[in-house]
């Protein structure tokens, strides 16, 4: 807090100093060149970010489809809707 407090002391005792300053004239032009500067840098990042996005998705569907095809122990099984499917039969059959 002692902080704030010497800063508003300070600006009480200068009041005088800030209240007949006057920005040049260029100040505004100035201004805005530099938010336009600040603005493209920001959006320069996003080819950087499409980029990432595109590597990610390519590296994400070929894990999937090396995985699907070369990896998963249980390709060659019957899959869970046959599985389900014949228990269902096998019930049906046993009511009969």
């Known amino acids: 807090m002692q902080s704030n407090d010497a800063i508003e002391k300070f600006f009480r005792e200068n009041r005088d ?22 603005i493209r840098q920001i959006t320069s990042i996003v080819p950087h970010l499409i980029r990432v996005l595109v590597t990610t998705v390519f590296v994400f569907a070929a894990s999937i489809l090396i995985w699907n095809t070369f990896i998963r122990k249980d390709r060659h099984e019957i899959s869970l809707q046959d599985k389900i499917s014949l228990v269902i039969s096998k019930i049906k059959r046993l009511s009969n």
Request: charged share 35%; proline share 5%.
């Open 17 to 38: 100093k800030f209240s007949d300053y006057c920005p040049r004239d260029n100040h505004l032009e100035k201004f805005f060149y530099r938010l336009n500067y600040k």
